[in-house]
């Protein structure tokens, strides 16, 4: 498959792509806050709730969250596409879609919680 044609396949999730990372640095930190909360029940056990953060690494995270998230809808819809490809359902590739925006959004907290991207 040609990559022109990829892309025509995955249109929808390179259109959710674009506006999930405009949406994340124009939120102002919005939908990173809100992409903390289907994480939350595995990551507050490492990283306490949000509101006892403090720093000035605190807000760019935050915002940065939301937008490396807008990604895992292009590896959402590569995934989609090949499941697709293997004659695979419309409700298992919906469900798997699903789940990798959710890991995405347990990806780019732990990612941009980690050590090397705080100040303190």
Do not use: C
Request: net charge positive.
């Amino acid at each position: 498959m040609t990559v022109l044609r990829r892309a025509g396949a995955m249109k929808r999730s390179i259109v959710a792509f674009v506006l999930a990372l405009g949406l994340g640095f124009l939120s102002m930190g919005a939908l990173g806050m809100l992409l903390w909360y289907p994480v939350m029940p595995v990551l507050a056990q490492f990283h306490g709730d949000p509101n006892d953060w403090h720093g000035d690494w605190v807000w760019p995270t935050i915002i940065g969250v939301g937008m490396v998230w807008s990604f895992s809808f292009l590896v959402a819809g590569w995934i989609n596409l090949r499941l697709e490809g293997a004659r695979i359902g419309r409700w298992p590739r919906r469900l798997a879609y699903i789940a990798v925006l959710w890991l995405g959004a347990l990806l780019s907290w732990a990612l941009l919680l980690s050590e090397p991207f705080r100040a303190n």
